[in-house]
Structures are given as C-alpha cells and as structure tokens.
C-alpha cells in the first residue's frame, strides 16, 4: 500500500491510540512472548496472510477475503471512533474528521484493484505439567 493510503496509517495510529490509552494494542506481535512467559511449554507459532475483499482467484481464499472485508467493514467505525475521539494526535479528532477518514478507508477496501491483505497470527501451547 502506498504510505499516504488511509489503509498504511491506521496500523501506527491504532498503536499510537492504544499506548496513550494505556492498554498496549500491539498483542499481534507480542502474544508468542507473552504466553511463554506465563509458562506454558512448546509455544508455535503460524503467520497467515489474509486478504482484504474478494480479489484472489482461489476459492478459498476468495471466501476468506469476504468475510475478512465484512469483519473489517462491521468493526472499523467503533475502533476509530473511540481511539480516534479521545487519543487522536496531534489532538483528538472530532466525529467528523473520523468519519471522513473511515470514508477513504472504506472506498480503499471495496477498491478491487488494490490486491490487499493482513497478517494474522496464531499461537498455541502446552499448559506445563504438574511435577
């Protein structure tokens, strides 16, 4: 994505909201870390590309890509009006400004040209066993 697509700013603005809100959001690249912490044992991890919208040829990913636009499309405008409203930089955004932000954003996801996807992570453990 280009650097001044409204998609490549919100990603830095969500980890910039979330840290003056006190509650990191950045747990896509810190939960392996976490968890073997906690203790847990043979910690794996998997990175998975998802796209955004329904542009891949393979059915799978196709599908995958729709419901990963829907889930986008339905969730943006609370996140943003929430973190945008009350950390915004370099102040809070009014309403306003937020919904003409998400408007860009919008028109850039249902843009079929635009082949864009996500990163999305999975990890899994062993809880340790008792000695």
């Not at 860009?104 to 008792?130: C, N, S, W």
């Amino acid at each position: 994505m280009p650097a001044d697509s409204k998609q490549a700013q919100w990603g830095p603005m969500f980890y910039k909201c979330g840290k003056a809100w006190g509650r990191p959001l950045d747990i896509f690249d810190t939960i392996k870390a976490d968890i073997t912490a906690a203790g847990f044992t043979n910690v794996q991890e998997q990175l998975y590309k998802i796209p955004i919208g329904p542009w891949p040829k393979h059915p799978l990913y196709k599908e995958a890509g729709k419901w990963n636009l829907d889930q986008l499309l339905t969730g943006l405008e609370g996140y943003a009006l929430m973190l945008l409203t009350k950390f915004g930089e370099p102040t809070p955004w009014s309403t306003e400004e937020v919904q003409a932000f998400l408007e860009g954003m919008r028109e850039e996801m249902m843009d079929r040209t635009r082949h864009t996807y996500i990163y999305t992570r999975r990890v899994f453990a062993q809880k340790p066993l008792k000695e």
